[in-house]
């Protein structure tokens, strides 16, 4: 019954039942299909092989003992829905371009520290106003939490003050920090809770068929979003392969994946299928105080030597995008003139580890193998760099080692990886003690740098170019979750960072920022 329904599946993906992207098994890999635009269908029919073609009757997973919570909850499918229950002060496309949302209107003084906004009239299910409590309650629970505390790095203080308003005030200036902000607000005394209330346009709730979510006929505003159905049953899932089987059969209607686990099914069916932002950034970092990488022009032609399409292919199963900067292809930060500086060409690399005579050199590459994938990933590292003539002896060691190997400063290269924030803050890599700072990659000038594109976007590419000539860092590539859905689910669906079903207020940043001076 399961192969007729693939077969069916494929047929139809044969001949011309379309979308954006789909993948089909072709021999021992997959293939990617562009199919033609989608035929008309009927409102309310259901496909052969279960294809949805309406949100009539359709579900969405969760797992039980991950709960709701936005800011301690880490499941992706339970994160998926949090797009439809909770809203933030501001919320970001897949292009990482920023638009008020619980924000009506906010200032800033001219030194890009002091900030102020003004909160949209916006209410929670049981009817009650948003206000500056519920907003900074939510973010100083952000800020305790291991999923957002990141962008609280630069941030003094968050305060309540007059006219239903909130303060923000910062250590550094920054431009762009708004971009920090797309984080869920739930009411006030609910921020510990399993199921808080959000302003979003569904609420949760226990029904004797289970949870579900519900269209709330109160929302404060009438934007559309992806979603439109009344109620939306939640399947309770146990694992990814069992939640890629109730898609592929059905009873699932959008699903969001991690092709970088090792816990990842692939899928087979007939899908739309998008590309969703992480920010999980996979590089290389040199240890400035071993000899093989002591020379700046072996660190720099070091990245010449990464296959990072091949590495993307063969590791994360295609799903994100290579890059030789430190910043998300996506971001506005990344500069593609820039970008294309570094491609992929080991004899580059050769050439430089003949002239410094290093040809046959040992040295040692530290992973942490308790990341299976990232651990595949270092083996190919491995193998690449062995074959442009080094010696390379692959440190698999449990995180607890790989820490302390980290500390020790006993490796040459490490395969790192990072959730870096919406904003590409590198301060942690550069900063004398940062969180990523290891193998004497502390650098005063480049700390220097890092502070001044939070300040001014526009010195982000001083910044990428001295990472680029230093070779300190060797970035590597951004993974992406997968965002799977059966055809005529979701309208106009475009999933962003943290935000499979964005959606836009229709307003804009320059109508809602207002300039203030600073105070005398």
């Known amino acids: 019954m399961r192969k007729t329904a693939m077969l069916l599946a494929l047929v139809l993906l044969l001949t011309g039942c379309g979308s954006r992207r789909a993948y089909v098994p072709t021999g021992d890999g997959l293939a990617d299909v562009t199919r033609p635009s989608e035929a008309p269908t009927e409102p309310g029919v259901t496909a052969p092989g279960g294809l949805h073609t309406s949100e009539?009757?359709?579900?969405?997973?969760?797992?039980?003992?991950?709960?709701?919570?936005?800011?301690?909850?880490?499941?992706?499918?339970?994160?998926?829905?949090?797009?439809?229950?909770?809203?933030?002060?501001?919320?970001?496309?897949?292009?990482y371009n920023v638009e008020p949302q619980l924000c009506k209107s906010f200032t800033v003084t001219e030194d890009l520290q002091t900030y102020v906004f003004t909160l949209a009239q916006a209410t929670f299910p049981d009817g009650t106003e948003l206000n500056a409590v519920d907003v900074v309650a939510s973010l100083k629970e952000a800020e305790d939490s291991d999923y957002y505390e990141g962008r609280f790095r630069h941030i003094d203080k968050i305060s309540e003050i007059e006219g239903n308003r909130v303060q923000i005030t910062t250590e550094i200036p920054m431009e762009n920090l708004p971009l920090l902000l797309d984080i869920p607000i739930v009411k006030y005394g609910q921020e510990e809770t399993a199921m808080p209330q959000g302003t979003g346009p569904y609420i949760l709730e226990d029904t004797a068929e289970g949870l579900q979510l519900t269209r709330r006929d109160n929302w404060w505003t009438d934007v559309s979003v992806p979603m439109t159905a009344q109620t939306i049953p939640l399947l309770a899932g146990e694992d990814p392969t069992q939640i890629r089987d109730e898609f592929e059969f059905g009873d699932v209607g959008v699903s969001t994946a991690d092709p970088g686990s090792a816990s990842y099914a692939a899928y087979r069916c007939d899908y739309e299928l998008w590309d969703a932002e992480t920010g999980i950034f996979l590089y290389l970092g040199c240890n400035m105080e071993?000899?093989?990488?002591?020379?700046?022009?072996?660190?720099?032609?070091?990245?010449?030597?990464?296959?990072?399409?091949?590495?993307?292919?063969?590791?994360?199963?295609g799903f994100g995008a290579p890059t030789t900067l430190p910043a998300s292809p996506s971001a506005p930060f990344y500069d593609q003139t820039l970008a294309r500086q570094i491609t992929y060409d080991p004899a580059m690399f050769r050439q430089a580890l003949a002239e410094a005579g290093m040809e046959g050199k040992a040295v040692k590459l530290l992973v942490n193998k308790d990341d299976s994938v990232r651990l595949r990933a270092a083996r190919q590292v491995a193998q690449m760099l062995t074959e442009c003539g080094l010696t390379v002896e692959l440190l698999e060691c449990n995180y607890t080692d790989y820490r302390a190997v980290l500390r020790d400063g006993t490796f040459d290269l490490y395969l790192g990886q990072t959730k870096l924030s919406p904003n590409m803050d590198l301060t942690e890599f550069f900063r004398d003690g940062g969180a990523l700072s290891w193998g004497g990659m502390e650098n005063a000038t480049c700390l220097e740098m890092c502070r001044e594109a939070l300040e001014n976007s526009g010195n982000y590419y001083d910044l990428h170019q001295m990472i680029l000539r230093n070779g300190q860092l060797i970035p590597i590539l951004f993974r992406s979750h997968a965002v799977y859905a059966d055809r005529g689910v979701g309208t106009g669906m475009d999933p962003s960072r943290d935000n499979v079903f964005y959606y836009s207020m229709g307003r804009s940043m320059e109508t809602a920022r207002i300039v203030v001076p600073n105070e005398e």
């Open 56 to 95: 009539a009757n359709f579900t969405l997973a969760y797992f039980p003992e991950e709960g709701f919570n936005p800011y301690d909850c880490l499941n992706i499918n339970n994160r998926m829905l949090f797009s439809l229950l909770y809203q933030s002060l501001f919320t970001t496309d897949s292009e």
């Open 290 to 317: 071993s000899r093989a990488f002591s020379q700046s022009q072996v660190r720099v032609a070091l990245s010449y030597a990464i296959d990072r399409s091949g590495l993307l292919a063969d590791c994360y199963n």
